[in-house]
């Protein structure tokens, strides 16, 4: 089945505890970016990612490192996570090219404490 | 970058009538602009999408127009039911980063059926 999948779903953790959320998708996708959703803010772009070795910042980059060592994975690293972040969390994946239809993954729920 | 504006945040209608949701967009080189339903708790579900090559696009009860002179986009609902109540999300892409750049998302509407 084509998905896309994000581990853990839900997460709850302490001021400047290190984590990552892993990203995966099996549908050979070029294109991959993470988003996070606020209450009233909608959902705002974090990073993204052309291709293998080639990622950007998007609207929030602050505060999250990501990498893009293979083209199924684009796992986001919290390095020293603040109540700020506490946020929902989409991974989501394009084709590429002429076909940017993204699939959204089911979403992390991250509390900060 | 592209700036996307939704209105309204919040539509409450009579079931059986119509919902129109209306955004804006900055970037006059984007090219592909979906919009999604979210249900609560779960993820953005696509349910139309329109390029800029077309005016007007139709699927059942849902159309989406597009003016790329106005740069303003809408989504019509029409015979609205009890399933459609969700935050309904605007979005563009396709601009000055190819679409590899991801999506710029509206705010959101909290779409209220109102039995």
């Given at each position: 089945e084509a998905q896309v999948t994000q581990n853990p779903r839900y997460l709850i953790t302490v001021t400047g505890k290190k984590l990552t959320v892993t990203c995966s998708q099996n549908m050979n996708h070029e294109y991959m970016s993470w988003y996070r959703q606020d209450p009233g803010l909608g959902l705002r772009q974090i990073y993204y990612s052309m291709n293998v070795e080639v990622t950007d910042k998007g609207d929030v980059p602050e505060g999250y490192k990501v990498s893009r060592k293979e083209k199924r994975n684009f796992p986001l690293i919290l390095e020293s996570p603040s109540p700020n972040q506490t946020s929902l969390y989409f991974c989501a994946s394009s084709l590429g090219g002429s076909n940017l239809e993204q699939y959204f993954g089911p979403g992390t729920r991250l509390t900060v404490t | 970058g592209e700036?996307?504006?939704?209105?309204?945040?919040?539509?409450?209608?009579?079931?059986?009538?119509?919902?129109?949701?209306?955004?804006?967009?900055?970037?006059?080189?984007?090219?592909?602009?979906?919009?999604?339903?979210?249900?609560?708790?779960?993820?953005?579900?696509?349910?139309i999408d329109i390029r800029s090559n077309v005016g007007e696009k139709k699927d059942q009860r849902i159309a989406v127009t597009l003016n790329k002179t106005a740069k303003h986009f809408s989504l019509h609902i029409t015979e609205t039911q009890p399933e459609d109540s969700a935050v309904y999300f605007c979005a563009a892409t396709?601009?000055?980063?190819?679409?590899?750049?991801?999506?710029?998302?509206?705010?959101?509407?909290?779409l209220i059926i109102q039995p």
């Open positions: - | 700036n996307v504006e939704q209105h309204p945040s919040t539509l409450s209608v009579q079931e059986g009538d119509s919902a129109v949701i209306k955004c804006t967009y900055s970037d006059s080189a984007s090219n592909y602009f979906p919009w999604y339903k979210q249900e609560l708790g779960k993820r953005p579900q696509l349910i396709g601009g000055s980063g190819g679409g590899a750049d991801g999506l710029t998302f509206g705010k959101g509407t909290h």
